[in-house]
């Protein structure tokens, strides 16, 4: 099993920008999906954004525009730049693994974006 560490979540103002970034504990071969989930309080845990290995990505209509995914394979993390936030970004904010055979969750990382 992997593990992924999410790290760069604090409180920024609206407008502002943040990059969270989630590392994995080793490098996954093959067929594999990474991405971007949150939870604000009161709500069901949604996807942010997701990219594959080949660099594929898509998004939440919400995010879209704001916020970029990317990974960087060779240091096995992947990143989610958000820019223009909102209050309604306010989440925790977890990394997700996919694989054809297993998934894996990060502990989340807490981001606040005050009006």
């Known amino acids: 099993q992997v593990q992924l560490v999410e790290s760069g979540g604090v409180l920024v103002q609206a407008g502002g920008s943040l990059r969270l970034s989630c590392v994995a504990s080793r490098n996954i071969l093959g067929h594999e999906i990474m991405g971007w989930y949150r939870q604000a309080p009161g709500k069901q845990r949604e996807l942010v954004a997701t990219i594959t290995s080949g660099l594929r990505s898509n998004y939440a209509d919400s995010v879209k525009g704001r916020f970029t995914i990317s990974r960087d394979n060779a240091k096995d993390t992947v990143y989610l730049q958000m820019n223009s936030l909102k209050p309604e970004d306010t989440a925790v904010y977890y990394c997700?693994?996919?694989?054809?055979?297993?998934?894996?969750w990060g502990q989340g990382t807490q981001v606040t974006v005050s009006a």
């Open positions: 997700k693994l996919d694989t054809v055979t297993w998934s894996s």
